[in-house]
């Protein structure tokens, strides 16, 4: 049972289905463009930014333990 409140008018005497129809929920997806994306210069920096601080950590470590390493060991 509805009951139409004051101010709502003729449609609040109509009862709500479940399945109505709703509208689209978002727009449809862009197109792709002809051009490829630009990679920003950040992400070669932060890999040129990686490998140098695996190279100081490696000549840290070579520093520290050179005389433990077993050079003559096959």
Same mark, same amino acid.
């Given at each position: 049972?509805?009951?139409?409140?004051? %101010?709502?008018?003729?449609?609040?005497?109509?009862?709500?289905?479940?399945?109505?129809?709703?509208?689209?929920?978002?727009?449809?997806?862009?197109?792709?463009?002809?051009?490829?994306? =630009?990679? =920003?210069?950040?992400?070669?920096?932060?890999?040129?930014?990686?490998?140098?601080? %695996?190279?100081?950590?490696?000549?840290?470590?070579?520093?520290?333990?050179?005389?433990?390493?077993?050079? %003559?060991?096959?």
């Amino acid at each position: 049972m509805h009951l139409a409140l004051a %101010g709502e008018g003729a449609r609040a005497t109509q009862p709500r289905s479940y399945n109505n129809p709703v509208p689209i929920a978002s727009p449809p997806p862009d197109q792709p463009s002809q051009r490829p994306a =630009s990679k =920003s210069y950040i992400y070669t920096r932060e890999a040129a930014g990686i490998l140098i601080i %695996g190279a100081v950590v490696l000549m840290l470590i070579l520093v520290r333990y050179w005389h433990h390493v077993a050079w %003559g060991a096959r």
